[in-house]
Nanobody, 120 residues
Framework: QVQLVESGGGLVQAGGSLRLSCAAS????????MGWYRQVPGKQRELVAG???????NYADSVKGRFTISRDNAKNTVYLQMNSLKPEDTSVYYC??????????????WGQGTLVTVSS
């Protein structure tokens, strides 16, 4: 079983910064992709930023230039540095990982979500 534990959410004023962390643990052989998604009530979950094991990153247009994703492969951890936050960034942020388990079976899993609230 694989678990993702997120941390770093909270309340911040517009223009401020937060850093989210997501650590994977369990029966993991390798992690291919780790990403951050967000979802507000009534809307679909959307990809905010993702990063492959080789360091290839992609971002939603709405966060380019403000958010930075990074990962520590040795710690199976992904980070999301969020700067210049806007009220429209308010959401529950979820971490996701695509991985191979110890017997070589591909799978994906989600974290429980962490709330980010940006006040105007």
């Amino acid at each position: 079983q694989v678990q993702l534990v997120e941390s770093g959410g909270g309340l911040v004023q517009a223009g401020g910064s937060l850093r989210l962390s997501c650590a994977a643990s369990g029966s993991i052989f390798s992690i291919n992709f780790m990403g951050w998604y967000r979802q507000v009530p009534g809307k679909q979950r959307e990809l905010v930023a993702g990063i492959t094991s080789g360091g290839i990153m992609n971002y939603a247009d709405s966060v380019k230039g403000r958010f930075t994703i990074s990962r520590d492969n040795a710690k199976n951890t992904v980070y999301l540095q969020m700067n210049s936050l806007k009220p429209e960034d308010t959401s529950v942020y979820y971490c996701r990982a695509d991985f191979f388990n110890m017997v070589g079976i591909p799978a994906d899993t989600w974290g429980q979500g962490t709330l980010v609230t940006v006040s105007s």
